[in-house]
């Protein structure tokens, strides 16, 4: 892509090129951020860029190369503004740039989507608004259905800054990600168990105590210092820099930071600590665990089942990420010690029955598919939001397995409730809903009769 890319530039108009993304607002190349000063604290782009800088030299010997500082600006670029490019079930299939698309900040908590129809991008709003204005337009940068700190790991480390969204901060939605499951079976709140030391779910913006003059009075004024998004302004000021830094340093020594929401204050300054963002508020007075809805109390027993299965689970999801093949008969047996232990809206939990439910298609297992699919509709809805395109897609995954075995009312419904997704995330004219969904609605129908 960065050969293309110096050729567009270098050949033609690449660098002039206006991508208009309403009737008089437009971006340029040039408006990109390329994020100079963090590339080159990178190691890891660093290395990526030297080896590829080997290989464009010897393959483009006809063109003028760019200098070293201009190909790292045109490097920086492509990296932080490109697009993954998917197909109709959301898997990858390349990458672009698309300038107009690129004016797009980030959310965990998006209203707004980005598809494709081929090559070409789509965005495509997901809640009301007031109106349109491309300023309030999130989509997510990243996979939604992780741990509040490792889409900020994920983000810091491609973007360069940390995400302090409603939905990173949402002490609510944290006490769900590493639950347990309640002993009591009558009762669906969720648990917190520590099962691991040094524990990080999430990290908060730090806070400063500035002195300001007002009415003659120095009063203390606390300030909260983020991280940028990848389209704001590239402010070159020293204090930016070092925000953008202390950023940095905090995610990569996430480990050595105390898991405790303690407040430091010296010389004036108060910064809050990565903390794991609940309150022990499920200890006793004699220590031990138990439900804050219903009382039910774990014993030593119980707890160390839960530390076992949260390892266990963390180190099949890693193995199954590296190899990125999901086996059927490890996620069966992940998830046979998950049932009844973890919270049936724990990240691990979701994340085994995500991959198992592909894997089950993959091998036609259909039946177990189909109660895995009952089983992962409400993760989705619980990390995802009710409209999102892998919403849209698991209904329709689980509607096909339905028509298949003839249970046709079921099947129905399951594509209708695609039918309202995809038609507010795809539009009606895209292949996915016009050619896939559709037909299999009109059959299911016809059928039925």
């Not at 300001?212 to 070159?236: Q, S, W």
């Not at 892998?390 to 594509?415: D, T």
Request: hydrophobic share 35%; with cysteine; net charge negative.
């Amino acid at each position: 892509m960065l050969a293309k890319i110096i050729n567009r530039i270098q050949r033609s108009n690449g660098a002039t090129t206006k991508a208009f993304y309403n009737a008089t607002s437009f971006r340029m190349w040039k408006d990109l951020m390329s994020h100079y000063t963090d590339l080159k604290t990178d190691k890891k782009r660093m290395d990526h860029f030297s080896s590829l800088c080997v290989v464009l030299f010897e393959f483009l010997k006809d063109i003028s190369m760019p200098n070293t500082v201009e190909l790292m600006g045109l490097y920086g670029r492509m990296v932080i503004n490109s697009f993954t490019i998917l197909d109709i079930d959301m898997n990858s299939i390349g990458t672009g740039i698309y300038l107009a698309s690129s004016i797009i900040d980030h959310s965990c908590n998006p209203n707004a989507v980005a598809t494709f129809n081929g090559k070409t991008i789509n965005v495509r709003v997901i809640k009301d608004m007031p109106c349109l204005d491309w300023k309030q337009i999130r989509i997510s940068y990243v996979d939604m259905m992780k741990t509040p700190i490792e889409r900020q790991t994920e983000l810091q480390q491609n973007y360069y800054f940390l995400c302090t969204c409603d939905r990173c901060m949402d002490e609510e939605h944290l006490k769900y990600v590493h639950a347990a499951k309640c002993l009591n079976a009558k009762c669906s709140n969720p648990v917190n168990v520590s099962w691991k030391e040094n524990l990080v779910l999430v990290k908060k913006p730090e806070k400063r105590m500035e002195k300001t003059e007002e009415n003659g009075k120095l009063e203390d004024k606390a300030t909260t210092k983020t991280g940028e998004n990848k389209n704001e302004k590239n402010n070159e000021n020293t204090s930016v820099k070092k925000t953008e830094r202390a950023n940095e340093i905090a995610i990569k020594n996430a480990d050595k930071l105390e898991t405790r929401n303690e407040t430091a204050i010296e010389n004036g300054v108060s910064e809050e600590n990565i903390t794991n963002g609940i309150e022990e508020t499920n200890i006793n007075g004699d220590n031990s665990i138990c439900c804050e809805e219903c009382g039910t109390k774990y014993n030593e027993e119980k707890v160390e089942v839960f530390i076992k299965t949260m390892e266990f689970s963390e180190l099949h999801l890693h193995n199954m990420k590296e190899t990125s093949v999901a086996y059927v008969d490890i996620c069966k047996y992940c998830l046979e010690r998950q049932e009844g232990v973890l919270h049936p809206l724990n990240v691990m939990y979701a994340q085994t029955l995500d991959n198992a439910f592909d894997a089950l298609i993959q091998v036609q297992l259909w039946e177990t598919a189909c109660g895995y699919a009952e089983k992962l509709i409400p993760c989705f809805r619980f990390y995802y939001g009710d409209v999102h395109p892998l919403m849209g897609l698991l209904h329709l995954k689980y509607g096909k397995i339905l028509l298949y075995k003839m249970c046709l009312q079921e099947a129905l419904n399951n594509f209708k409730q695609a039918e309202k997704i995809l038609k507010i995330t795809h539009g009606e004219r895209h292949p996915l809903y016009r050619e896939h969904l559709l037909p299999l609605m009109s059959q299911t129908i016809l059928e039925s009769e």
